[in-house]
């Protein structure tokens, strides 16, 4: 049990970590220009300088709310991590980490709207660029949204035995 414990908790860092990375770093989108690789994220557009990420009026919101899902995410997560360890040593044996599991369950919906508002509204909308495809950034996300809903759903099950 202690060593289920355990991998729950390292795979809820990572989670974490990655949806830092995922969120702050601005390689969602890639592809070549007549300048060399420019990469675009929530946040900036970048090719060999940075710039503020400019978008036309109608996606602008959407872009808005992508970024606060990816937001609410990393505080969900961070939440259902200090929640885990305060349940860790607070619950009584039998008892389940409901709390836990809703939380993360939450942080899973967050990023679940978030990547799919970007994955409908900014794929592949690129101007002036040739052969876009996804960055690590948007593949971190995927990866964060299925750990997510794994920890959330291995947390509505666990006992603390």
């Known amino acids: ?29 890639v592809s070549s220009s007549s300048y ?8 900036l557009l970048c090719n060999k300088t940075c710039s503020q990420l400019s978008v ?17 995410s990393i505080i969900f997560s961070v939440v259902a991590l200090i929640l885990f360890i305060i349940q860790l040593f607070t619950l009584e044996k ?15 919906m967050c990023i679940l ?5 970007y994955t409908a509204r900014f794929t592949g909308k690129t101007q002036y ?17 299925c750990f997510s809903f794994i920890i959330g759903i291995l947390y509505l099950v666990l006992r603390k035995k």
């Open 1 to 29: 049990m202690l060593v289920l414990l355990a991998g729950i908790f390292v795979v809820h860092i990572a989670t974490v970590i990655m949806l830092f990375v995922s969120t702050i770093a601005n390689v969602w989108m």
């Open 36 to 43: 060399g690789t420019v990469s675009t994220g929530l946040w």
């Open 56 to 72: 036309n009026s109608g996606d602008e919101t959407s872009l808005k709310v992508v970024q606060a899902f990816m937001i609410l």
């Open 94 to 108: 039998g008892k389940r980490f409901y709390m836990t599991g809703a939380v993360m369950l939450v942080c899973w």
């Open 113 to 117: 709207i978030a990547v799919s508002i």
């Open 129 to 145: 660029v040739t052969n876009p495809h996804h960055g690590y950034c948007f593949i971190l996300a995927w990866i964060c949204f």
